[in-house]
């Protein structure tokens, strides 16, 4: 059976719940060797989940951004590294269709990609001297026409490639030779000169595969030139949800962690488990009030945007920066506290804890940032004030 063929959020939720729980046995192995989960992504892949957000006039299940982030909370919980890694398709397909953004015969080749294939692709936008795309560096990777005016020609090296090893397809960013412009070209895997350079070392999200792509005068069709974009501030997109839904599952898998272990340590120096103890009890009571917060505000931002009007979404750059915010550092403090409930064995390299303590700090590394998220809030909050 695949996800696509049950009719109900529910449905989907409860069989995706079951699929992923493998996806737990394997996430240390793939932490320790640095290794992508090839594995876990054509699990997905098998049962159609990468065709849940292509819209339905192509063949897919067009779900509601509400259902996306629990969803991807879901898998968040079973492997950070999994969940972090397909969540930048499940949303990419989603705002290119809200958006309207590419030619739609090239977008509806693509979906039928996803359909049929279980095809996937991520924006690789990055670079080594840009830094952070949202903080409008323009690209040094260079698009130029060549000399028959048939095709782009690409060259240039791109960072943080996430799900690099599995990918089908790469949106990729370039200054358009002799103009102002940034273009996104579409390019597939194999395209001659594009080589995946394995220089993913990071400590947190070791799983993710965020290689370099190096282009070495990549050929592309002409209409692949899918997008000219601005760099920098970017409108609202709701898509990016995912990020926060992501850590928010890893939070919850450390939260489940703490109590089991809780509930079944029993030191000779009290009767009953450390359960028990009102300390113990306390910090079991603070990270549930985060999570519930976390939920509250991540759900219902969701089901907000889905609601809304294209008017009304263009308002919400903020609090959808704000839900980010929140919610990532909130999953930070959850894990902190189940750490201190279980003490120096969550330093353990055998304990997840340490896994997720690495883990749940990347997500303050994905965009938004901290620092332009509070700056936003405030020029927003400034902006209101005057206008009353």
């Known amino acids: 059976m695949k996800i696509t063929d049950l009719h109900t959020p529910e449905e989907r939720l409860q ?3 079951e699929k992923v729980e493998v996806f737990k046995e ?15 992504i054509n699990d997905l892949r098998s049962i159609g989940y990468p065709a849940l957000t292509v819209p339905k ?9 509400l259902e996306m982030v629990q969803l991807q909370e879901v898998i968040g919980k079973a492997d950070g590294s999994t969940a972090l890694s397909i969540g930048w398709h499940m949303g990419i397909v989603m705002h290119l269709d809200e958006q309207k953004i590419w ?29 952070s795309p949202t903080r409008g560096g323009k690209p040094e990777t260079t698009a130029k026409e060549s000399d028959d005016g048939t095709a ?3 060259t240039g090296r791109k960072n943080f490639t996430t799900m690099s090893p599995v990918l089908d397809y790469f949106v990729v960013s370039a200054s358009i030779d002799g103009t102002d412009q940034v273009g996104n070209f579409l390019i597939p895997r194999g395209t001659k000169g594009m080589e995946i350079e394995e220089t993913w070392d990071s400590i947190a999200m070791r799983g993710t595969g965020s290689h370099d792509l190096v282009l070495t005068e990549v050929m592309v069709k002409k209409e692949h030139l899918v997008e000219n974009v601005t760099p920098g501030n970017k409108s609202a997109q709701g898509w990016l949800l995912h ?8 939070a919850g898998a450390a939260q489940n962690y703490a109590i089991q272990f809780a509930k079944s340590y029993s030191p000779n120096s009290i009767s009953g488990t450390i359960s028990d103890l009102p300390n113990v009890r306390q910090k079991i009571g603070e ?9 509250h505000f991540l759900y219902s931002t969701a089901r907000e945007w889905d609601e809304a009007s294209e008017e009304k979404r263009s308002e919400m750059k903020p609090i959808l920066s704000a839900v980010k915010h929140s919610v990532v550092n909130n999953a930070i403090e959850v894990v902190d506290l189940a750490m201190r409930v279980v003490g120096a064995r969550s330093l353990s390299a055998g304990n997840p804890l340490q896994r997720y303590y690495r883990d749940v700090r990347a997500g303050l590394h994905n965009p938004p940032m901290d620092d332009m998220t509070i700056m936003l809030l405030a020029a927003d909050a400034i902006e209101r004030e005057r206008e009353k």
């Open 15 to 17: 069989f995706l719940q």
């Open 26 to 40: 394997r996430a240390d192995k793939h932490d320790k060797e640095g290794s992508f989960p090839v594995d876990n």
């Open 57 to 65: 006039r192509h063949g897919g299940m067009e779900i509601s951004l």
């Open 103 to 131: 030619n739609e015969d090239i977008y509806q080749f693509f979906c039928e990609e996803v359909v049929k294939k279980g095809s996937l692709l991520n924006n690789a936008a990055s670079e080594p001297a840009t830094g």
């Open 152 to 154: 782009w020609i690409i």
């Open 243 to 250: 990020i926060p839904a992501c850590y928010l599952g890893i």
């Open 287 to 295: 990270m549930e009030l985060r999570l519930q917060e976390s939920k």
